[in-house]
Each structure stands twice: as C-alpha cells, then as structure tokens.
C-alpha cells in the first residue's frame, strides 16, 4: 500500500462522510435501551441490515435474551480481524437535561447529537466506512473482518460468554477491535491493554405494605429509606474502603510493567477537574497515585437511590419501599460471581437480610499483553493517523465483556475508535465529533491493511 | 336543647348530607397543594366564597405567604368557639397508586375518595353542617364562632405565629376546635391534648457540575449519593438514637397524668399491624412502651431520598447530585429553631459543610390540659353521639402550629372530626367514610350547644 492509496482512502472517507453519518442517525433512531428492553430485535434487524448493504453477510444469532448480530466478510489475506461492537444503548434519562431528542440525532457544530451516537452504534458505522473505502480504492478487503454485534453490553452482557463459548470457530481471530476507542483531550489515541470488571447489583427492601403518615409511624414503625441507608453505610467508609469482608482477597495489585505503563501516561487531572467541575478528587490523590487509582482501584458507586417523596417542598411521608443501584468496579482477579456472595452474605451478617439483591450485571476484569505484536500495530497505525503516539493504559477504568474473548478465544485486544472524553458516553447530549468519526475509520482502514504483515 | 330538638338536628345533617358532600368536592376538586404552590389563592377565595354561602362573614387576610381565610358570625350568647382548619392540602404523588382522581372526588361504597377531602376541607364543611343544622332548626348559632383557616398548615405554617400574634382579638375564643378529629378503629373519638413539634429539612449535596460515567469516576469523583448517605448514617443508629449532639437535652419526659392517659389508651398494635402489613413495630417495642414511643419520642425519618438513575435495569452512571427530606418529630419542650441549629453544627463537626440544609417547616410541641371544662365537655358530646366514652391522648404523634393557640391565645383545645384510622392522610386514595362526616357534624353542633354553659 502506498503513500497515494492512503491517501485516496482517507479522501473518500471524507467525501463520503455525510452517507455515513446518515447511516448512524438512522441506526440511532431507534431506542434499543437494553436496560428498558425497547426496540431490541427491531434494531438487531436494522443492524444486520446495514451490514449487508456494506457488503458484509450478516445474520441473527439467538442468545437467552436479545439477537447477537453476526457478521462476516472475506479477505484477500488468510489473517482475521474480529470487531466487537454493540448495538444496545444506555437510558437517556433524565431526558430533561437534552437540548434535543436523544433519538432524533441531530448535527449541531460539527458534532452529531443522540443516544448511542458514539456509545456504540457510531463504532459500527466506523468499521463499516472502513471497510466502504478500502473496497472503493483497493478493489477489495486485504484481511477477513468478522461482526460480533451483541445487545446486552450495557446491562451486563449476559449471553456474551456462552455465545463465544458456543462459537469458538465463528469468531476465530488474529486480532480483535474493541467497540470504543478515540483520543484524549490532546488528541492522543488510546489503547487499553484491559477492563476492570463489573458487578452492577440492585438493593431493594421494604418494610410495610402502605406508606404511613411520618406523624403517625416516626418513633414506632420501620423506615425502608432508613433501613437502605444504614445497610449503604455498611458497604464503603468515607475513607473509600469497601467494608465488605473479603471484597480485596483476590485483588492482584498493579505490577512493574503496569507501573512504566502508568507513568507513561499524560495526567488529565486538571481537565478531568475543568469538565466535571470538580473541587477535589477522592482522597485528595494527584500522580502517580491519582492514575493508579482510576483503574486498580475496587470500587463501589452508588448509581442510584430512591425512595418517598422526591417533589417540591415536604412531604410527612414515611416511605414503605426503597431502592439503590450500586455499581461495583472489579480490578484484575476479582470474580464478580464470588463477589456477589460475599455482598450478600455481608448484608445479613450485618443484619440487613430484609434487603433483596438483584443482580442487573457482571463482568470479571480481563488484561491483554499490552506488548503484543497486535497491540502494538494498533498503536503505530494511530500515530500516523493522529500524528501522536498512542497512550497504552494497562487497563481501562470501564467494565466490558472481555474476560469472554481473553479466555475462550485468546486473541489480541486493542482500541480504535471516534471518541473523546467530553462524549457525553452514559450521559444527557452524548455525542461524536465528525472528524473524530472520520479519524477513527481511517485508522480501522489502516489496521485492516496492516493485517496481513502480522 | 332538649332531646327532640337535638335529633331534628341530627335528622337535618343527615338529610342534607348530599348537598354538604358535593359542596366538599367542589372545594376538593381544587388542587391545592402548598407544597407546589398549586391554585391557593383561588382555593382561598372558593373557602370564604363558601363559608359566606352558609352565612359567615369571611375575608382574606393577607400573610407573607398564602392568605388566611376569617370567618365570623355572632351567636345568641357571649362565648366563642375557635374552628381552626387548612385549605391547603398534602401533594398528591404518587399519583399512580390512586384508584381514582385525587383532585376529582368521588363516592365509592360509602366513602368519598380524594385529596383532601379528610385532610382537611372535609372537617371546613363539618363546622359548616353543624352551623347549617343549627341555624335550621333553632333559628340561630348558640354560641358566636371564628374561623382561621389558613393556607400552609401540609408547609409548617410558616405564617400562622405572626399572624395569630397579630390578630389576637380577631381569635380570642372560650375554645377551640382543632383542624382534624376522628374515631379509632372502635369508633371511639379521639382527643389530643397536645401535639408533637416538627422540624422537616430537605438535605442537598453536589459534589461536581455533571453526572459521569462510574467507570471513569467511580475511585477518584466525589458521589453525591455517597456523601448523603453517609450524612444521613450520622443521624440516627439503627437503635433509633438520634445521634446529634443535643437533641434530648431539652425533651421533658411524659409525667405521672401522661402515663395515666397513656395506660387508659386503648392498644391499637395489632390493628396498625394489620392495615400497614408490619411484621414487627421498631425496636420490637409493645404495650405501655408502645403507646409511650409513639407519642412521646423524638423521631427522625427520612420522608424522601433520590439521586442518580431510578429507572428498570441499571445505568452505569455516577450522580453529581442527591437530595434527601427529613422530618425530624419534636417532643414538649424541644424548640425547632434550636434543633435547627444543632443539626447544622452536627453536620459541619462530622465532615459535612457541603450539605445543604434547607427547612421546608418547623412547629415546637405544644400541650392543653387534658381536664379542662372546655376539653372534657368536648369529650362528654363524644360519648354522646358515639355512645362510646372518648378516648384522650395525653398528646398526638402528628404535628401542627398548636403552641400558637396555646401561647398566643391561651385557647383549650380539642377535637371532633370525621377521620378513621384507614382515612390514608397523606397517602393515596385519602378517604372518608361518609357515616364519620355525619357524626362529626352533629357532634359540632352539640359542642357549640354546649358552648353557652362553660
């Protein structure tokens, strides 16, 4: 591949990029929230669809609960490159916080507005302009890509393990894309050799049939809100400690080669500070040690919590029902199975056995060889395309299925994608930059090209 | 009054029930929550519209907030009777645990169901059967009366002190009828001499500008819903201690006549057992101390509590922001003011300047003395028109602006009312039993027949 063939590539990534882009806002036009079960098969077709326009064959897989999208397509070169994506999004709410409809994606100043925009479906359409433009240009692909498309990432990945499992030969790879990637806030592309994994648990209880009058029930009846704060209190000190016996047994702290990966990474405290609006961080930790505790660090977040009268003003309420979601991040080794049980076991050592867990998620943390060949071509094909280096974190702070790929199917794991840190991903006004999008396919081109040198 | 006039008194309450019951629906059909500050003045003028209807000059009195309705008219001899009521009334959510529309009343099996219609502007239309029935069939009113039915009473009657204070002579009065009133689930009435304070605190926190995604910020972003829940754990053990500092310094314990009351009261545990679906009261508490707990124990509960994603499934989200309502019950002699200022100092000491602490109310604790002539007379009609002797609590559990009355105006106080222990004040499908409105209205006009013997 020469220097003129890229080039004619990226040009026509870039000249086609508002028939890719119109291609997403169809996609993202249809609510698949997983967690609210919406519009699920409906855009599992949709996105199987779409794949065979671009040529690839696409197909429904069943799982226990909602459709993998199965895709293939041949290469000119024996080498695969497997492409995990997702086709399930995040809830909008609070919808109140949109400036428009999260799925009426919208392009404002460059930026395309919208649920899932880039949180996964704008990945999708990423590979798929890659694959658009090397067909264009070269005539054909230089390496086999195949789809992976599931719709449960966002609530756990439930079907995830046994589908890989089940299909071991369907997915066979030399190298697989994550479904997210993108640059930092100096337009830095970046890789994570890793996730931390997930164990997103649902605490309810409750204590009477009926609300009660807080004049009539205050010193005599139980209080599910009080029960489910003195039960919350129990799980993590404001000291950021989980109180959960046991919960850091099997915690394999970060070692030499994370260390070097760690100090090589640029700090984004003090932007993390200007976006978020934040005063301090957690434990007042900055360096070093701030880096390290974004990604190696157990923890345990309050997502949410409900109970009584949320409205204006008061309301004398003694509330007979409560509710907290709580998300749990695991660092490697941590078993989110062995976790849940020892969650549950400390809840009624404590004496809360009246709260219920229901669990919504869960996902060990899985590494990748940061220096393997895969990884590192990734790497130096984001160079070229960022004219930076690639940062290599030695694991994500994020939670994602890939303990599945690392144990049934070996293959290496490394990043390309359209995002920033200001996306919004998980939040109101998610969004892409168009030239993020654009970037992001023409470094997936470039991999695919690089494939066959592997 | 001899016995045939008193039961063509009777017989015309009951005659006329239908237009007293559409009378109050049309007040109810009037969504008068203070708390959202929903149609008050228009429900203030709907009140002295009617109370005019019935004959009694009425006028808005304007307070800082929502305007007080007065009401007067002379009777045949010198004394006065006080008939203290609210138009306002409690918010209505949640509204989809309603089986009908709260703020259009309507008649099921004997009962009319809605949003005020027991609390309170049933008991404004009770005063005003028994002044109809009266005037009917004796041609006059046996005593003079004056109404003060204000518009904050469900807000802390912000208003009520200063405007008492102001308008002593407008209320001076021989007694008073408090706002509600009622029979137990023997159909004994109920007389409270006294009623709890009330200190209601909405607490709020936000820790950053913006919600994240928890598996960027879960190990180094401030939660809100951390902070706040473990803010609340400082409040109160799950021994139900109230752990500020100070707050039992003041409490005056119940008395020998208190325990004398309290003993006479009759046991309503396996009867609230029952309508709340409670398998064991808090602290596992029975008998004498069950009666003493409810009645004469500060309380702390939590009425409210939100942040973050409340919504089916899970959303990996961290909140930068949380919100909690508490309804802190005071005993006599506690000042909510001081109590106020102990919580702050409470939360600063504990590490938690950043709570803000905003007051939705605040009543002290007041008490009447339960053998007064004017409160035992009052009891005596209950007997009367019950056949069942009333029962009198030596104070209620609920709350209201008594030691208003009690300072400003040095009022007895009692209660006739039309309330039943499943009435569900505060709660969905808020009731009355059509039979109870009756009884209520007879046993007024008897008070006011009595009212010249004093």
Chains 1, 2 share one sequence.
Request: glycine share 10%; hydrophobic share 40%.
């Amino acid at each position: 591949m020469n220097q003129d063939q890229l080039a004619a590539i990226d040009r026509y990534i870039d000249d086609n990029l508002p028939r890719y882009i119109a291609d997403l806002q169809a996609l993202c036009r249809l609510p698949s929230v997983a967690a609210q079960a919406r519009a699920m098969e409906e855009t599992a077709r949709a996105t199987a669809a779409l794949l065979e326009e671009y040529g690839i064959a696409a197909r429904l897989l069943p799982t226990t609960r909602f459709p993998v999208v199965h895709g293939a397509v041949a290469g000119e070169s024996d080498k695969r490159l497997l492409c995990y994506n997702h086709y399930d999004v995040q809830p909008a709410e609070p919808l109140e916080l949109w400036h428009s409809d999260p799925f009426e994606p919208e392009v404002r100043d460059g930026k395309l507005y919208g649920r899932g925009v880039g949180d996964d479906k704008g990945h999708i359409l990423c590979r798929l302009a890659a694959i658009d433009a090397l067909k264009a240009i070269t005539g054909g692909l230089p390496c086999g890509v195949v789809f992976l498309i599931e719709g449960e990432e966002e609530i756990g990945s439930g079907s995830l393990d046994a589908h890989i499992a089940e299909h071991r030969d369907l997915y066979a790879a030399d190298g697989c894309l994550w479904e997210f990637g993108g640059v930092d806030y100096d337009d830095r592309p970046q890789i994570y050799a890793g996730m931390r994994g997930d164990l997103y648990v649902e605490l309810r209880v409750r204590t009477a049939e009926r609300d009660a009058h807080s004049g009539l029930g205050g010193s005599i009846f139980p209080n599910a809100a009080w029960r489910l704060t003195w039960a919350l209190a129990t799980l993590k000190d404001a000291e950021e400690r989980i109180l959960i016996p046991g919960w850091y047994d099997d915690v394999r702290p970060a070692g030499v080669r994370d260390r070097e990966l760690l100090e090589a990474l640029p700090s984004d405290e003090e932007r993390l500070r200007t976006t978020y609006g934040i005063r301090e961080f957690l434990l007042g930790v900055s360096g070093l040690e701030f880096k390290r505790r974004a990604i190696f660090e157990p923890t345990c977040t309050i997502s949410g919590i409900g109970a009584g009268y949320q409205g204006p003003g008061s309301k004398t309420v003694l509330p007979c029902e409560a509710m907290a979601k709580v998300d749990f991040r695991l660092v490697p080794n941590q078993r989110a199975d062995d976790l849940l049980e020892k969650l549950k076991s400390h809840l009624v050592a404590e004496g809360f056995g009246d709260i219920e867990v229901l669990q919504h998620g869960g996902y060990n943390a899985a590494r990748v060889d940061p220096d393997h060949p895969f990884v590192r071509m990734v790497a130096d094909t984001g160079w070229e395309v960022y004219d930076r280096p690639a940062v290599i974190h030695p694991t994500s702070g994020g939670s994602g299925p890939m303990d599945a790929f690392v144990k049934h199917l070996g293959v290496p794991i490394a990043n390309v994608g359209i995002g920033y840190p200001d996306s919004g991903a998980h939040a109101p006004n998610e969004h892409i930059r168009l030239v993020d999008f654009a970037r992001g396919a023409k470094q997936t081109a470039r991999v695919m090209l690089r494939m066959a040198d592997l």
